[in-house]
């Protein structure tokens, strides 16, 4: 399952990267909930949850049908 989230994420990367921002895998626990790191611009970004929620996360469970949420980690 890691590879599979790692090569999801590495498609909304550059979406993410265009903006100064970037996504890092922290971990994924065994009830498939897949922790990031958002950094640079997305870190400090206000909108950081909406991106969170309304891209990553329905990507990755789009691309990864084990992935039950997504939640960002400090």
Known sequence: MRE???AA???VRPM???DGGDVELVEITEEGVVKVRLRGA???CPMSQ???K???E???KKEVPEVKA???VM
Do not use: P
């Open 4 to 6: 599979a989230v790692e």
């Open 9 to 11: 994420l590495a498609k």
């Open 16 to 18: 993410l990267q265009a």
């Open 42 to 44: 997305c870190g400090t």
């Open 50 to 52: 909406m991106t969170l």
């Open 54 to 56: 309304m891209g990553i």
């Open 58 to 60: 329905r990507y990755l």
């Open 70 to 72: 997504v939640e960002a």
